[in-house]
């Protein structure tokens, strides 16, 4: 605690990371639990990292190790009127940054792992996570990021946790229904599975590659689920369900 009580905004702090690289913190505010720090590259820091402090003032003072990092939850505690950031890479997700009076540093981010689909996004279509269980509203559009404006959760917050689904529903994606990986799996899951799930169905376009792949692979034909999922696919749904029923077995 001595030497937390030694940070001041502005010094910085230097290390050699659990992956060898050099990295910088930078403090942003000292508190009376501790002290914010801030860093531009991704940093992994294990017990046994070795802490070195300069002082903005041109001083250095003595180093310290990190004795034992706390495991926590990996989710991001998002309310109405927060801002978070989508990147369009997979950088992990990181909460906001907030000073001692309250006000926001730096909004939450998340990063996104099919980034091309912000391609087709623009300001004022919502956008929903983790099955609708957050809402919120696109902001502003850029070449790496998208901001969101969140409208709608719980009362008391709600967790955005890794892993979840980010849904587009009013967004004319020009993503196809099957990505090659679909296509890689589409042979086991004929073989092996009951029920082939089609995503973000959007056109008879769609369901008719779903059909061609599955007569091409000449096996047993497993029942078809459209997954409605976009305002694109609602529209499109008549000329959809006429083309899904030409397979054996159909559900929506």
Not at 31 to 38: A, N, R, T
Not at 56 to 74: C, D
Request: net charge neutral; hydrophobic share 40%.
């Amino acid at each position: 605690m001595s030497w937390l009580k030694r940070l001041e905004v502005g010094d910085k702090i230097r290390l050699i990371d659990a992956r060898h690289s050099r990295r910088s913190f930078r403090v942003v505010d000292c508190l009376d639990q501790g002290c914010w720090l801030e860093a531009n590259k991704t940093t992994y820091i294990v017990p046994g990292t070795t802490l070195r402090l300069r002082s903005h003032k041109g001083k250095k003072l003595r180093a310290t190790e990190i004795v034992a990092v706390s495991p926590r939850e990996n989710c991001l505690l998002l309310h109405p009127g927060d801002q978070l950031i989508v990147t369009r890479d997979q950088t992990p997700g990181r909460p906001e940054v907030r000073d001692s009076g309250g006000q926001v540093l730096t909004p939450a981010r998340i990063g996104c792992s099919i980034p091309s689909v912000f391609n087709d996004v623009q300001s004022g279509e919502s956008i929903w996570f983790d099955d609708g269980k957050i809402g919120g509203v696109v902001e502003k559009v850029a070449p790496d990021q998208v901001q969101v404006r969140i409208t709608q959760t719980r009362l008391q917050g709600a967790k955005l946790r890794a892993d979840k689904g980010i849904n587009l529903p009013e967004s004319q994606l020009s993503l196809p229904a099957l990505t090659q990986q679909d296509l890689e799996d589409l042979s086991f899951v004929a073989q092996h599975a009951d029920v082939v799930e089609l995503s973000f169905a959007n056109r008879a376009s769609d369901v008719e590659q779903l059909q061609a792949e599955l007569q091409r692979l000449d096996g047993r034909q497993p029942a078809i689920v459209l997954k409605i999922e976009t305002r694109l696919g609602f529209e499109n749904l008549p000329d959809m369900l006429l083309t899904a029923m030409r397979s054996p077995v159909v559900a929506l």
